[in-house]
């Protein structure tokens, strides 16, 4: 009786390392507008907290008047699956801020929500604060326009 609990612990191990050994989905770069911000791919990369605070300071409403904002939370990674050992030491130093993704490769960094608001309207916008060497030129998301700065 022991050694079937055994064997069906194993096999239970064995089949959650086969899901996990499946490949990532790439975080493409949005260049679609609409998903720009808003989705985890489209999820908008800067460097740090304070790259955060100052893109966001940077938004302007459609009425031409500042937005308020403020962090949700945390909402996970950015590539949900793992595809190998690899992938999984990779995650982990993502995680402690190292930049070890590669172009148009999974990336693991979690993502943080702010909640934006405008005088009619509240967005949640998604940004990526562990993009301090390969930072994107900064665009707006929909609904927005950005100032010119840093």
């Known amino acids: 009786?022991?050694?079937?609990?055994i064997v069906v612990v194993g096999f239970a191990l064995l089949s959650a390392s086969s899901a996990l050994a499946q490949s990532p989905t790439p975080v493409k770069a949005a260049t679609d507008s609409l998903t720009f911000g808003v989705t985890r791919e489209g999820a908008i990369?800067?460097?740090?907290?304070?790259g955060e605070r100052g893109y966001l300071e940077?938004?302007?409403?459609?009425?031409?008047?500042?937005?308020?904002?403020?962090?949700?939370?945390?909402?996970g990674r950015r590539t949900a699956k793992l595809a190998s050992q690899?992938?999984?030491?990779?995650?982990?130093?993502?995680?402690?801020?190292?930049?070890?993704?590669?172009?148009g490769g999974a990336d693991y960094h979690v993502l943080d929500a702010f909640e934006v608001k405008c005088s009619t309207?509240?967005?949640e916008l998604l940004l990526?604060?562990?993009?301090?060497?390969?930072t994107p030129k900064a665009k707006a998301p929909a609904g927005f326009t950005l100032k010119e700065g840093k």
């Open 1 to 5: 009786m022991r050694r079937y609990g």
């Open 45 to 50: 990369e800067v460097c740090e907290p304070k």
């Open 121 to 123: 309207k509240t967005f």
């Open 58 to 75: 940077r938004l302007v409403c459609e009425d031409g008047k500042a937005p308020s904002f403020k962090r949700a939370g945390s909402i």
């Open 86 to 103: 690899d992938s999984k030491e990779e995650m982990l130093l993502q995680g402690m801020g190292a930049e070890v993704s590669k172009p």
């Open 128 to 134: 990526d604060m562990y993009h301090c060497k390969d």
